[in-house]
């Protein structure tokens, strides 16, 4: 029979894939303390935190959620980035801190019940933010409002810039 730790383990890993639908995975083997710390930080800030679970448990949590089996990507030591919010944030600070420390390794993930590998993760990282797409969307959607606009006022500018220009005509004169 299995420990009442380990049992209570698995409970918390499943709580925490119940409530994020979006899990990254890093191989942070060479990094030091200061460096953790640093990326946890900055994980924190993108809306994620970064947690260290023994592979197997996880294995046995995901199996009993009926997840997808993350099975290749769980060799080594794993530490799991549950992203509450925007998994691309989340994938950007990693990507980020990827590039200046060699040592972190990117895995994968589980992001909406979709295993993606190495090269996903490093995809996701380069899609536009939430915030950014709604930008895009939102002058998208006003474009043609502005158009609109600028065409029925054109007439009356016309006819104010033609009035000025008689006006400017009768002073000089």
């Given at each position: 029979m299995p420990a009442n730790t380990k049992l209570e383990v698995v409970a918390e890993i499943k709580e925490r894939f119940n409530a994020c639908p979006n899990v990254l995975l890093v191989d942070y083997r060479g990094l030091n303390v200061a460096a953790v710390s640093k990326l946890r930080g900055e994980l924190r800030g993108a809306g994620s935190e970064m947690?260290?679970?023994?592979?197997?448990?996880?294995?046995?949590?995901?199996?009993?959620?009926?997840?997808?089996?993350?099975?290749?990507?769980?060799?080594?030591?794993?530490?799991?980035?549950?992203?509450?919010?925007?998994?691309?944030?989340?994938?950007?600070?990693l990507a980020d801190f990827a590039k200046q420390n060699e040592a972190l390794e990117l895995k994968g993930g589980l992001v909406q019940n979709q295993i993606i590998d190495e090269a996903g993760l490093k995809a996701l990282a380069k899609l536009p933010s939430r915030e950014e797409l709604l930008a895009k969307l939102l002058g998208t959607i006003s474009n043609p409002a502005r158009g609109m606009v600028t065409v029925l006022s054109g007439p009356a500018r016309g006819l104010v810039t033609a009035l000025s220009a008689v006006q400017e005509q009768k002073a000089a004169a």
């Open positions: 947690v260290v679970y023994k592979n197997t448990l996880t294995q046995i949590a995901m199996r009993e959620l009926a997840l997808p089996s993350m099975e290749d990507l769980l060799e080594g030591p794993s530490a799991f980035v549950f992203a509450e919010g925007d998994p691309v944030a989340s994938a950007k600070v």
